[in-house]
């Protein structure tokens, strides 16, 4: 059973178009982050939410934490071919004890020119 | 450098063989995490070290699987009698330890089982 269920798994969109990907659990995170991967590259850090509701921007991209902090959503206004890559969130389990983040299988982005 | 190195980049090896994937992380960073990223599957937890803790072993599939960090720093992780099914890119990362805290990740070790 995957824990953080990422949607969707690929999506394939013209360059300035707005998009929207997800990432949804049914268990409470105290944060999640979302991470951008390249191929042939390791994951690399966009953003991390702490507070349920929290919405915070990143020029384009904009992050949101839902209330209940089970689920989070990333919004990009007019794509651009440098967005693309494999966008993948990550949960911190509340009370796991060890500090580990679990991840999603990601969403894979291609923006075409 | 100033990133996280692992080495080597790419590992192809037989079946039955033993491997070993080495990973430097950032100098001052207290915590180190080995993860597995499989063709079409996110990011699967292994292991994790926190300065002389003991480690977080939860993650790793079976006993053909371990891990050291020697010193603090550096860490080697060893798969014994590989399988077709240990295939994937083993991605290091550390972190200056701080919850919740940015994972600094290297660019990770492609192993291919023939």
């Known amino acids: 059973t995957q824990l953080l269920e990422q949607s969707p798994q690929f999506l394939s969109i013209q360059e300035g178009e707005n998009l929207t990907v997800y990432c949804n659990s049914s268990s409470v995170f105290s944060s999640l982050q979302w991470y951008r991967q390249e191929p042939g590259e390791g994951p690399v850090l966009l953003v991390t939410?702490?507070?349920?509701?929290e919405v915070k921007k990143l020029k384009r991209l904009t992050f949101q934490f839902g209330d209940a902090r089970k689920d989070s959503s990333l919004h990009i206004t007019a794509a651009q071919p440098g967005d693309t890559g494999l966008y993948l969130c990550a949960g911190e389990k509340i009370g796991a004890g060890s500090y580990q983040l679990t991840f999603g299988k990601g969403t894979k982005l291609s923006v075409i020119p | 450098g100033a990133g996280v190195s692992q080495s080597p980049s790419n590992k192809v090896t037989e079946k039955g063989k033993d491997v070993e994937l080495r990973c430097d992380p950032i100098?001052?960073?207290?915590?180190l995490y080995w993860y597995r990223q499989s063709l079409g599957q996110g990011l699967e937890f292994l292991i994790y070290f926190q300065g002389n803790s003991a480690p977080d072993k939860s993650g790793l599939p079976s006993d053909r699987f371990s891990a050291e960090r020697t010193g603090g720093s550096v860490s080697t992780l060893t798969i014994q009698r590989t399988q077709q099914e240990d295939s994937a890119v083993y991605l290091c990362a550390s972190s200056p330890g701080q919850v919740p805290g940015e994972l600094f990740f290297g660019e990770g070790s492609r192993l291919t089982v023939l």
């Open positions: 939410v702490v507070t349920g509701g």
């Open positions: 100098s001052g960073h207290t915590a």
